[in-house]
């Protein structure tokens, strides 16, 4: 250190980690590049979703201020164009580039200059819960000598990674430690065939209100001045501890939830990397937070809060590992309800697809959307379970068509009746296993635990898993417009009917499985017996409508 | 009146007959289709003389070699003696044609089935039969001809149906590490429904 400046600026360094197409060779490009070649770029990746997630929104953030579009006309316009104008991009980027270097000494990208007196933490800090999903260790010190080095490419990742998924949680100066703004609930992401088609696609209409309007912070005070994203900020906003408010989309995105010094030095060999950094709580969201477009949320009920801190407003969806994305499509699809909002993103794909299908411009009828979050533990808000990452096929029709979005619905009822058949069998085989000879109702706790053991339920719905997603975008195909989709009085889609079987079959699969174990005793082999035989006449009747299902296949000889 | 020697005889051919020729039946069909044989043209001193069997292993049971042995001759396992041996005489027991369902109808007839329509059409007696039922699971080959002794009579008393072919596969497969016999005679047992005891099914029952 001591006089030597350092540079590494974001703008031409090549630190945003791209997958190509075809199987070609992952590139990294610089912040200019990827924008400019965007339509050759099939995806930004990286191993943890958090940084992924926090890349998209960076990408996003230029892009407006460069492009806009302030209304769907203006979007089309951009689409149709097939690529960002690598002039416009370079232009923008030129306009900015000093606040795009990650070791400036006034204005380091995303941080903030050396601080008094902030210890310094191992640079790992910021890679962590990047890395794992797991904030267990946050403060762990111990191995304090010799942290390991990242480069400077590496640590520009965490660090955008950090901003976005800061987590509330421990002292720190000038207020406790807050939120960032895609801590909490689960947040999509449109995936278009490329790299141009997704970030267009996750770019809505961006003016002065929309789609995130300025907001006051805590205190009541306005923001400073019109939306823009941090690094245009000549004064950004100081720290307050009831909330800062908010300029607008751009602002949010862009979000400083931590005060970051990264400690730059030297690789031998060449290169810069960091070992080491400052971290503090910097600015905190105001309250009532600002709704995310790339969010789920849904009312809470009155009684839900139990008097603890008012609720205000809609709150973010919670990520439940414990409960693949696909199981709540339906929901996460369906439009407003009083209940339940979809991400604001979702009302955008839909006019993409209404432009679509109006011969407007030209585009493919699904697309992906990958959905991220972290789950945290439901007795500590402030501790990190795991991160997920899932990938959805998404036909754009499901957003406007209701009567398909219904059939879905339908589709994962059904799921869920499979699955109500499934445990109550499985219920009734622990009971069995574990208090043979007493009526109904002795010893639950210990047959629930054991049911719990048996693993059925997991099994079932990881293996029902693919079947719906090739469902998911099977129904969609029956085309109106070509003859009957809907059959006539009485009978149903026969994909559902199908559905309806796979369901069954896959039920009686999932205990099967479990119960193959149950055979070295009397007790056991009783349990067995008597969960499958329930499991069938369960099934019968939470699958009652469709009949159909339980005809037996016309080869099933052996 | 036969003597030993004819009584052989006519058990080596009929052995003979089935294991080779244009039909070839499995051992244990052929067996039993000459076990029923012998009951058809009432052969009581036959039939008395397998019945001396109970109880017995088939070495001490020298009455019923003549009936038996030729039908033994090249098994791939010796122990595999024991399922032929004791149908043989739980037979004799009980001397009534095997169970065979209709074609296209699945639904088992293994003992577990036998006992769950005993137990269907005797409810008393059912808590007793089921006793005896986990015994047989829980123990080993050695242990069910007596097992099976008992619960022949009843099923005799009753008039239900046994499948003796099965039967004897089933004996000489019990100690299967898979224990798919006992997981199969459970599954008729604790598993059946009503519509498992009508005659005809029209839903056929699915694996």
Same mark, same amino acid.
């Given at each position: 250190?001591? !006089?030597?400046?350092?540079?590494?600026?974001?703008?031409?360094?090549?630190?945003?980690?791209?997958?190509?197409?075809?199987?070609?060779?992952?590139?990294?490009?610089?912040?200019?590049?990827?924008?400019?070649?965007?339509?050759?770029?099939?995806?930004?990746?990286? /191993?943890?979703?958090?940084?992924?997630?926090?890349?998209?929104?960076?990408?996003?953030?230029?892009?407006?201020?460069?492009? =806009?579009?302030?209304?769907?006309?203006?979007?089309?316009?951009?689409?149709?164009?097939? $690529?960002?104008?690598?002039?416009?991009?370079?232009?923008?980027?030129?306009?900015?580039?000093?606040?795009?270097?990650?070791?400036?000494?006034?204005?380091?990208?995303?941080?903030? =200059?050396?601080?008094?007196?902030?210890?310094?933490?191992?640079?790992?800090?910021?890679?962590?819960?990047?890395?794992?999903?797991?904030?267990?260790?946050?403060?762990?010190?111990?191995?304090?000598?010799?942290?390991?080095?990242?480069?400077?490419?590496?640590?520009?990742?965490?660090?955008?990674?950090?901003?976005?998924?800061?987590?509330?949680?421990?002292?720190?100066?000038?207020?406790?430690? $807050?939120?960032?703004?895609?801590?909490?609930?689960?947040?999509?992401?449109?995936?278009?065939?490329?790299?141009?088609?997704?970030?267009?696609?996750?770019?809505?209409?961006?003016?002065?209100?929309?789609?995130?309007?300025?907001?006051?912070?805590?205190?009541?005070?306005?923001?400073?001045?019109?939306?823009?994203?941090?690094?245009?900020?000549?004064?950004?906003?100081?720290?307050? %501890?009831?909330? %800062?408010?908010?300029?607008?989309?751009?602002?949010?995105?862009?979000?400083?939830?931590?005060?970051?010094?990264?400690?730059?030095?030297?690789?031998?060999?060449?290169?810069?990397?960091?070992?080491?950094?400052?971290?503090? /709580?910097?600015?905190?969201?105001?309250?009532?937070?600002?709704?995310?477009?790339?969010?789920?949320?849904?009312?809470?009920?009155?009684?839900?809060?139990?008097?603890?801190?008012?609720?205000?407003?809609?709150?973010?969806?919670?990520?439940?590992?414990?409960?693949?994305?696909?199981?709540?499509?339906?929901?996460?699809?369906?439009?407003?309800?009083?209940?339940?909002?979809?991400?604001?993103?979702? !009302?955008?794909?839909?006019?993409?697809?209404?432009?679509?299908?109006?011969?407007?411009?030209?585009?493919?009828?699904?697309?992906?959307?990958?959905?991220?979050?972290?789950?945290?533990?439901?007795?500590?808000?402030?501790?990190?379970?795991?991160?997920?990452?899932?990938?959805?096929?998404?036909?754009?029709?499901?957003?406007?068509?209701?009567?398909?979005?219904? %059939?879905?619905?339908?589709?994962?009822?059904?799921?869920?009746?499979?699955?109500?058949?499934?445990?109550?069998?499985?219920?009734?085989?622990?009971?069995?296993?574990?208090?043979?000879?007493?009526?109904?109702? =002795?010893?639950?706790?210990?047959?629930?635990?054991?049911?719990?053991?048996?693993?059925?339920?997991?099994?079932?719905?990881?293996?029902?898993?693919?079947?719906?997603?090739?469902?998911? %975008?099977?129904?969609? /195909?029956?085309?109106?417009?070509?003859?009957?989709?809907?059959?006539?009085?009485?009978?149903?889609?026969?994909?559902?009917?199908?559905?309806?079987?796979?369901?069954?079959?896959?039920?009686?699969?999932?205990?099967?499985?479990?119960?193959?174990?149950?055979?070295?005793?009397?007790?056991?082999?009783?349990?067995?017996?008597?969960?499958?035989?329930?499991?069938?006449?369960?099934?019968?009747?939470?699958?009652?409508?469709?009949?159909?299902?339980?005809?037996?296949?016309?080869?099933?000889?052996? | 009146?036969?003597?030993?020697? @004819?009584?052989?005889?006519?058990?080596?051919?009929?052995?003979?007959?089935?294991?080779?020729?244009?039909?070839?039946?499995?051992?244990?069909?052929?067996?039993?289709?000459?076990?029923?044989?012998?009951?058809?043209?009432?052969?009581?001193?036959?039939?008395?003389?397998?019945?001396?069997?109970?109880?017995?292993?088939?070495?001490?049971?020298?009455?019923?070699?003549?009936?038996?042995?030729?039908?033994?001759?090249?098994?791939?396992?010796?122990?595999?003696?024991?399922?032929?041996?004791?149908?043989?005489?739980?037979?004799?027991?009980?001397?009534?044609?095997?169970?065979?369902?209709?074609?296209?109808?699945?639904?088992?007839?293994?003992?577990?089935?036998?006992?769950?329509?005993?137990?269907?059409?005797?409810?008393?007696?059912?808590?007793?039969?089921?006793?005896?039922?986990?015994?047989?699971?829980?123990?080993?080959?050695?242990?069910?001809?007596?097992?099976?002794?008992?619960?022949?009579?009843?099923?005799?008393?009753?008039?239900?149906?046994?499948?003796?072919?099965?039967?004897?596969?089933?004996?000489?497969?019990?100690?299967?590490?898979?224990?798919?016999?006992?997981?199969?005679?459970?599954?008729?047992?604790?598993?059946?429904?009503?519509?498992?005891?009508?005659?005809?099914? @029209?839903?056929?029952?699915?694996?």
């Amino acid at each position: 250190m001591g !006089d030597k400046k350092f540079s590494y600026n974001l703008v031409d360094e090549p630190w945003v980690p791209c997958q190509m197409p075809g199987s070609g060779a992952p590139e990294t490009l610089s912040l200019r590049d990827v924008l400019a070649r965007a339509h050759e770029v099939r995806e930004v990746s990286h /191993q943890s979703p958090l940084v992924t997630a926090a890349l998209h929104r960076l990408l996003l953030a230029v892009l407006h201020r460069v492009f =806009g579009p302030a209304d769907y006309g203006e979007w089309q316009r951009l689409w149709g164009r097939g $690529r960002f104008d690598p002039n416009a991009v370079a232009e923008y980027l030129a306009a900015w580039r000093r606040r795009f270097d990650l070791f400036s000494e006034g204005r380091p990208f995303y941080q903030v =200059g050396r601080m008094e007196r902030a210890i310094e933490h191992p640079a790992a800090l910021l890679a962590q819960e990047a890395a794992t999903g797991n904030n267990a260790t946050l403060f762990d010190h111990s191995r304090n000598d010799r942290p390991r080095l990242y480069t400077a490419a590496e640590a520009a990742r965490y660090l955008l990674a950090q901003q976005a998924y800061a987590i509330g949680f421990g002292k720190s100066d000038p207020f406790y430690f $807050r939120d960032g703004p895609l801590t909490r609930g689960i947040s999509v992401l449109a995936v278009g065939r490329s790299l141009f088609e997704t970030l267009l696609l996750n770019m809505m209409p961006y003016t002065s209100s929309s789609p995130v309007p300025p907001q006051a912070g805590g205190d009541g005070r306005g923001p400073a001045g019109e939306d823009m994203p941090f690094w245009e900020q000549d004064f950004p906003e100081e720290p307050e %501890s009831e909330g %800062s408010p908010v300029r607008g989309y751009t602002d949010y995105l862009t979000w400083q939830s931590r005060r970051i010094h990264l400690i730059p030095e030297e690789i031998p060999g060449g290169g810069l990397g960091v070992r080491r950094c400052q971290l503090q /709580q910097r600015l905190r969201l105001p309250s009532p937070l600002p709704r995310d477009p790339f969010k789920a949320y849904y009312e809470p009920r009155a009684a839900d809060d139990g008097g603890a801190a008012a609720v205000v407003g809609p709150l973010p969806v919670k990520y439940n590992t414990a409960r693949a994305v696909w199981r709540d499509s339906h929901a996460l699809i369906q439009r407003a309800d009083a209940t339940r909002h979809r991400p604001l993103l979702f !009302d955008h794909l839909a006019e993409v697809e209404r432009a679509r299908a109006a011969g407007e411009i030209e585009a493919e009828p699904r697309y992906a959307v990958a959905v991220y979050g972290l789950a945290f533990d439901p007795q500590n808000a402030a501790s990190v379970l795991a991160w997920g990452r899932e990938r959805l096929p998404l036909p754009l029709s499901y957003l406007r068509d209701d009567e398909l979005l219904a %059939s879905l619905g339908r589709a994962l009822k059904l799921a869920d009746a499979g699955r109500s058949a499934l445990r109550s069998a499985t219920l009734e085989a622990a009971r069995l296993l574990v208090s043979p000879s007493s009526e109904k109702g =002795g010893s639950d706790a210990g047959a629930s635990a054991k049911a719990e053991d048996f693993g059925a339920e997991s099994t079932y719905w990881s293996r029902l898993e693919t079947p719906f997603r090739r469902l998911m %975008s099977e129904l969609p /195909q029956a085309d109106p417009g070509e003859g009957v989709r809907a059959t006539e009085e009485g009978e149903h889609d026969p994909r559902l009917s199908e559905w309806a079987r796979t369901v069954r079959v896959t039920a009686a699969g999932a205990l099967a499985e479990t119960t193959r174990n149950l055979r070295g005793s009397a007790r056991s082999l009783r349990a067995a017996a008597q969960g499958d035989s329930l499991l069938r006449r369960y099934l019968r009747k939470a699958l009652a409508d469709y009949p159909e299902a339980f005809e037996a296949e016309a080869a099933a000889a052996v | 009146m036969t003597t030993e020697i @004819t009584d052989r005889a006519e058990a080596a051919a009929a052995a003979e007959a089935a294991g080779g020729g244009k039909e070839m039946k499995p051992r244990e069909v052929a067996f039993v289709d000459y076990l029923e044989a012998l009951a058809a043209r009432d052969d009581r001193a036959a039939l008395a003389r397998l019945r001396r069997g109970l109880g017995k292993t088939l070495d001490e049971a020298r009455e019923t070699h003549r009936y038996v042995m030729p039908w033994l001759r090249n098994l791939r396992r010796k122990s595999d003696e024991l399922g032929y041996f004791t149908v043989a005489t739980l037979f004799a027991l009980y001397p009534e044609r095997s169970w065979r369902r209709p074609e296209g109808d699945r639904r088992p007839t293994n003992m577990g089935a036998s006992l769950a329509v005993l137990t269907f059409e005797n409810q008393d007696g059912s808590a007793g039969v089921e006793r005896r039922f986990n015994a047989m699971l829980d123990g080993d080959r050695e242990a069910l001809p007596d097992h099976l002794r008992y619960t022949i009579t009843l099923i005799k008393n009753a008039g239900v149906a046994v499948d003796w072919e099965r039967l004897i596969r089933d004996i000489n497969q019990w100690e299967h590490p898979e224990r798919f016999v006992q997981t199969a005679w459970s599954r008729a047992f604790w598993g059946a429904t009503p519509e498992d005891f009508t005659e005809e099914s @029209t839903i056929p029952e699915e694996e």
